[in-house]
């Protein structure tokens, strides 16, 4: 799939060993998982949905801002599943557009204070390149379902005209 393509690319680029990419879910009311490569991906999956309270990803997806944890072990925020796959530390980047935060990448390394400046740059620029990827995909995602709606209406106002064309025969 494109979308764990472009997050194993980044995860080269930054030398991450773990990256997970979750999108808000507003009725279930939490970050749903969507792709994830690297450590224990595999053995040890993200969990389907995760709290907005949790983690990284629920403290970047609440500020809506880029977050970096040098010691991830000692963190409060850390989620032991993800410290007991040997994560040292994090950092995360909020998917935005238009001022709305839709998601959050994050990523983990076995490393302590892996994490530079600089990668947090790219972390965040990719994270806003896919905010921009996203809204336009559910842009248009309602074009195509509103083309849809369009022909099934034009469709059944046809069958009644012509039902209606019959009765006058």
Not at 76 to 103: H, N, Y
């Amino acid at each position: 799939e494109r979308t764990t393509s472009a997050l194993a690319i980044l995860a080269k680029a930054i030398e991450a060993d773990r990256l997970v990419m979750r999108i808000a879910d507003e009725k279930a009311q939490g970050l749903r998982f969507i792709a994830a490569v690297g450590m224990g991906v595999q053995e040890h999956p993200p969990e389907a949905l995760r709290s907005y309270n949790v983690g990284i990803s629920g403290t970047v997806y609440r500020t809506g801002e880029p977050l970096l944890v040098s010691d991830y072990s000692t963190n409060p925020i850390a989620t032991p599943s993800v410290a007991a796959l040997g994560m040292r530390s994090g950092a995360g980047a909020p998917i935005r557009v238009g001022g709305r935060t839709l998601g959050v990448i994050t990523a983990t390394s076995a490393r302590e204070g892996h994490f530079t400046p600089g990668q947090m740059r790219l972390l965040t620029a990719i994270a806003s390149g896919m905010g921009v990827f996203l809204e336009n995909a559910r842009l248009y995602q309602e074009a195509s379902d509103e083309v849809e709606m369009s022909r099934q209406r034009l469709a059944t106002t046809q069958e009644v005209a012509s039902s209606l064309a019959v009765e006058q025969d």
